[in-house]
């Protein structure tokens, strides 16, 4: 997507406009700024800068009123997909591509722990701290399943988690070869990151990731040293900031560091405190920051659950901190400010993913870690097949679909969340709010801020938006 950083909408040729009548598109966006308006279209990743006397001969378009003087108008709204044919249907044209995503079995996705073991306590996870590493005979049946699922020429795509997979590099090396043969094999792109504390992130953990292929990792800090380390602390409590720090600052010119800054109730006032260091450190135009909300992903986490952000709330102090990140030269990774149209909002309700625990039980979410037995939809077989032994767990992810969803047909950010976390808006009882994009909460904010970077005026340094 580019800006239009004229005081101009942009204009198509009078050939590329067809006769046919047109109408507003139903993902367009305008945030009035008084002697200006945003005008983002979610459908087309269209944004826009419109002068206000232009803007009212846009709302005369979009109204529908025709004629000569609005003729140049209604050309850049057309060009720009904020008005659209009238035979067009946005709705099927999204669904056909969800579903063909979700089930035209192209590509792979493994979302892999090799051990659910994590070598932190942190109040809030949910995961089971008692499991084990994946044993070898396990790796040989994960290596090929993989083999198995991977249709020729197709990318296959792999996420390392757990527990923390630093706990089980030599596991996650050798399922790595195993997984690099078959794609070598079959002629297929990989890709492969991993997420990690950060905390044994040294010399041989360096070189067993190069070996596996893995370029990217996530790491998540909880805020300022303070708060880190009152939040994730070694079993025995153990502070655990300034190692993970010093590991980054050694890794982060071999690897593409995304820093996942964990957001909740108790902490959001010490974030400005993390970027400061991380500045003060000279990491922030090497690495990548996003925000994620901290809430209570199942059971296991419930008990945090007083501490979390209401969605909406989050929504809004997360524009607020993308702000000062993106003002103080920081990159936003993780989409960017305004993800482009995607197909899924993730691949939970796709027939080629899969989340496959340390005893190789396949899930369809890595929020039912350490909960096989009541979530999971089967586990691997010798011959690496898909044994499924819970159809009806299968069937609920598979049978998901957005497009029934009525807040998700009449949403104006469709387009870019496509349905939102299906795990936690049936863990609500469908409240769909739960699940949602914080853009939906947040656009305003989000499109302005947008905006000021397309016209460079927040900060020359940033390549932030995407
Ligand atoms: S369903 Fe939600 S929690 Fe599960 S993988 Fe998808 S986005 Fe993540
Ligand atoms: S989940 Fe929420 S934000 Fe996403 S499309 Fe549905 S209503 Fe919109």
Known sequence: MTAVPSNKLRILGND???????????????????DFVWGVNFFSSSFVRIPRETYRRVRRVL????????????????????????????????????????????????????????????????????ANKMKPEDRVKLGKFFYNKLTDGTRARVVWTGGDPSLAMDAVEDISHRFLEACEKKGSPYEASLITNGYLLHDDMRARLKSSKIHRLQISIDGSKEFHDSTRYLPKGEPTYDRIMSN????????????????????????????????NRGLHERLWVYFAHVYDANENSAAYGHNCLPHEHYAKVEAKLMRLALSNGFKIGNGGLIKKPINTFCGAN?????????????????????????????????????????????MKWLGWDPFEIKECTECKVL???????????????????NGCARLRFSMDEIVELYGELKTQSLSSGCSGCT
């Open 16 to 34: 590329e406009i067809a006769e046919a009548d047109y109408k507003p598109s139903d993902y367009n966006h305008f945030v009035d700024k008084g």
């Open 350 to 394: 796709s027939k080629n993913y899969f989340v496959v625990d340390s005893k190789v039980n396949l899930l369809k979410c890595y929020h039912d870690f350490g909960a096989a037995d009541k979530h999971g939809i089967g586990h691997i077989g010798d011959e690496g097949q898909e044994v499924v032994t819970n159809p009806y767990n299968l």
């Open 415 to 433: 387009p870019v969340c496509m349905g939102g976390c299906s795990h936690k808006i049936m863990n609500s009882n469908m409240q769909v709010e």
């Open 248 to 279: 980054v600052e050694d890794t982060v010119d071999g690897f593409n560091i995304f820093l996942r800054i964990n957001v909740d109730r108790k902490n959001s006032d010490a974030i400005p405190d993390l970027l400061e260091d991380l500045k």
């Open 63 to 130: 109204d529908g009123e025709r004629s000569e003087e609005l003729e140049s108008v209604k050309s850049s709204l057309i060009q720009g997909k904020f008005l659209i044919p009238d035979s067009m249907d946005e709705m099927k044209y999204l669904k056909t591509r969800n579903h063909l995503s979700r089930f035209g079995n192209k590509g792979l996705t493994l979302i892999v722990a090799p051990t659910l073991r994590c070598n932190f306590g942190c109040e809030y996870c949910y995961v089971d701290l008692n």
